[in-house]
């Protein structure tokens, strides 16, 4: 070969000595090792290299902050009317305007927090009832996830891990849930539910100041949403059990539960955990739609789908009433969406949807 | 000389990654004349299918031909473009691949997959490409080829969906046939079935074949000259005497070494050791230096250079280097 | 091999009738388990409904048999009376309102599907480049907003601010919103779908077998990756124009179309109870055979990729 850049020609000049057998040290040597990092530590490394999703996390962050600590300090709360109890008509205040009873109290000298973004129909402060239904929309999401991983995981690992016929079984179970229409399902839970609370033996209880949308949104999803979560899983054992680790661990004579915990959950966590984090938004996504119906949150309790819905009568007069709820819906589950696609694109490349 | 149809001059091709450069072939040389069966050995990630692709620029990002020549019949294909390519594809250079199962278009029909390579370089009008598309099948023995040309894919057995590829790559009866690893996933049986056909496709119809592959045992029975790559480097080429009788590199020594032979059933099978090297971090001097039985410390330190052993044989290995420094 | 389908398409179809029986079933006793439903019989019910609930469903008579005779009659499609709208049987009422929505969900689903397959191959192709970018970053918006946003938002700027389009469906050009907000969400997932389709199509060796034949990467990508890159796309079909109809719930409401979704909202804020069960069990067949025929289809393209 002519002109080869990187050959050195054996020329006169080349030291003999150059030319003696390589020891097994020196082989090895020069393989150069390139730094070998761990799965984890790769995964972060280019989760943190994506800068949409880190900014998506921030921001996201932010919207979570504001809604926990907010409440804590902010004069109002979400079902005090700040306007006098006998007045009637036009409570509604814009953006930083006050009611008739609070400019009273400032002409006589009293410092009234204004109301940001105004107030309702009832007089209520618009600020913290939205920031409210932000709280109430993150807990349901957090919540619905939490349920969904913990009934996933018991499901999943325990199919997967005894396999054969029970496994069979407990998949055909999780194939007709997963073929029930669920939209339509949540709906008939809720409607039934909302009856049977506020009409039946529950009523009175906790679960109706709670409310019962809420709680049928929780059931609901405990009884239809785990599925997704329980064939992850399930694959996940299935594919580790055969794994060497495994094997050598059961030949110590380990016990199943301990395999599992020891060995398959840690293996399985990365996958369960991204797939947990793109069910938040999803659940925060039907606990909008319901209570746009009516469904959700119990009344005076506010949520953002609820808010959205009850502000439309006002969207020509006040557009602001129904901007300000769907914005926070939309920037809670674009951010959190996009926390998880960093997160499958940085830990699962497997999984990857069409790569960026 | 006008017998040299194919010429390769220090291709290079890297495939940039994120966390660096793969030079997966690596200042390649090499000629091939006219009818000539030029056969590439090495195991996989050695870098020959990189260059057959090379040759055709049917390369999948992130590869790229970063430097060196490619020439057919005189005209230099790096750098000529798109459409230039295109009527080179499969009218003048035509490729069979691996794996017959995954290289047909499962929703199309063998017919249309067929005329669509015909249509495509020929004047011929579709009810004519039809017709040369029956010839076709019938030329690479496929029987009832009416019938099969309506058929699809998954219809065929392995063994006659490679025979259709055979027929689509010869449609045009191109100048040069790459085969890259044709009978790697066939049962052992319609293995012989196929170089059976290719060997005499190549006598009717005057072609050259670069038969690319990792079993020695093909090269034998079929080709006339041998390239031998690893770690994307060429390290040694000769005639198929010259490389199964005097092996003139160590790699090359381990890798006969390593098949079966059946004249002689005493011989012990050596398989080489260790595992192919990462291509991500070649060593700084001979990459099959680690794995190598008789490595020396500049084997380590520098890469050797190309020694002529014969007018048709040469190997890049410090060993040639030392013998001849011994003799001087 | 067409044994094997039929025995596919046997099985499946068993499934479905199963699925259809359990929601039946879940149906039949929420309704039961429901204080203030006509079963047990709540408030508000006039005793001629009343009565006629009685003979209908045998209330006097256990549970089991009241149960068997809800059977028969679901079988039928006969749902009994509306307890809202007075007078009227419920199937006719779901078959009239179905109509409505199945018109507009049909058009949104055919929008969607064209324009995902569109934008997701061009994505494809374009990929890394400023257009693909543009693409990813809408799409990743659209499937966070939920329909009833999209649709509000619509409302506040086409009618309220810029007055282009009526915020009633009834007016000349008043189902351009309805239709737009009901494809937009299922267009950014066809989208994204047929992107990472064509993607993956594309790393396929029949792929290279086509260049390595010569022909033009357009020519390549046209004929050879699209076809097959809508295979998958098929099976998203039948659970996205399911999501049409139930999406339409609250569109609906807000465009004040007189489709089922709409009917079914009123009827969840009615206690319309016989209605409610109805239009679910009617959805759930909707539902279960777009699934259903999806599949198969999907099944029978499939055979010829399916190489094992």
Known sequence: MENSNNTQKATLHTDLSMFELATDEEKAQSVLLRESTTFFKDGMRRFIGNKVSITALIVFAAIALIAIIVPVFYPYDYETTSASAKSISSIYTKPMEYSKREQEAINAGIKVFPHIFGTDELGRDYAARVIYGTRISLMVGAVAAFIVVVIGIIYGSISGYLGGRADLFMMRIVDVVYSLPDMLVIILLSVSLKDIILNGKLAGTWVTKFGPGLVSIFIVFGLLYWVGMARLVRGQVLALKEREFVLAARAFGAKPMWIIRKHMIPNSLSVIFISAALQVPSAIFTESFLSFLGLGVAIPMPSLGSLASSSLGQIAARPYMIVIPATAIFGIILTLNLVGNGLRDAFDPTQREGGR | MDSILLKVENLQTSFLVKSGEVKAANEISFTLKKGEALGIVGESGSGKSVTAYSILQILQNPGKIVGGSIALNGQELVNSGESVMSRIRGNKISMIFQDPMTSLNPVFTVGNQLTEAIMLHTKRRKAQARERSVELLRLVGINEPKRRVKQYPHELSGGMRQRAMIAMAIACEPDILIADEPTTALDVTVQAQILELMKSLQEQLGMAIIMITHDLGVIAGMCERVIVMYAGRIVESGTVDEIFYAPAHEYTKGLLKSIPSISDERQRLIPIAGSPVDMLSLPKGCAFAPRCDCAMKICLASQPAQSRISETHSASCWMNEKGRLENA | ?308
Request: aromatic share 10%.
């Open chain 3, 1 to 308: 091999m067409d044994t094997k389908m039929l025995a596919y398409i046997a099985k499946r179809l068993l499934f479905s009738v199963f699925t259809l029986f359990l929601i039946v079933t879940i149906t039949f006793f929420l309704m039961h388990a429901i204080p203030s439903s006509p079963f047990i019989g709540g408030k508000a019910l006039t005793p001629t409904v009343m009565k006629q609930l009685e003979m209908k469903f045998g209330l006097d008579k256990p549970l089991g048999e009241q149960y068997i005779i809800y059977l028969k009659n679901t079988a039928r499609l006969d749902f009994g009376m509306s307890t809202f709208h007075k007078g009227r049987k419920v199937i006719d009422l779901i078959t009239i309102t179905f109509k409505v929505s199945a018109k507009i969900g049909l058009i949104a689903a055919a929008i969607a599907l064209a324009s995902g397959i569109l934008l997701g191959s061009l994505a494809a192709l374009k990929k890394d480049t400023i257009v693909d970018r543009l693409i990813i970053v809408l799409t990743t918006a659209l499937v966070s907003l939920p329909n009833f946003l999209v649709a509000i938002m619509m409302l506040w700027v086409f009618s309220v601010m810029l007055h282009w389009l009526p915020p009633r469906a009834g007016a000349p050009g008043g189902l351009v919103m309805p239709i737009v907000s009901l494809a937009l969400y299922p267009a950014a997932y066809v989208t994204r779908l047929m992107r990472s389709s064509v993607l993956d199509v594309l790393t396929q060796d029949y792929i290279r077998t086509a260049s390595a034949k010569g022909l033009s990467t357009s020519k390549v990508l046209l004929k050879h990756a699209v076809k097959n890159a809508i295979i998958p796309i098929i099976t998203y079909a039948g659970p996205m124009i399911a999501y049409i109809t139930t999406g339409s719930f609250v569109v609906e409401q807000i465009f004040s179309i007189g489709g089922l979704g709409n009917f079914f909202v009123r009827a969840i804020q009615n206690s319309d109870y016989t209605m409610i069960m109805g239009s679910t069990i009617y959805l759930s067949i909707v539902m279960l055979s777009m699934t259903l025929l999806c599949d198969i289809l999907y099944k029978v393209v499939d055979k010829r990729i399916d190489f094992s």
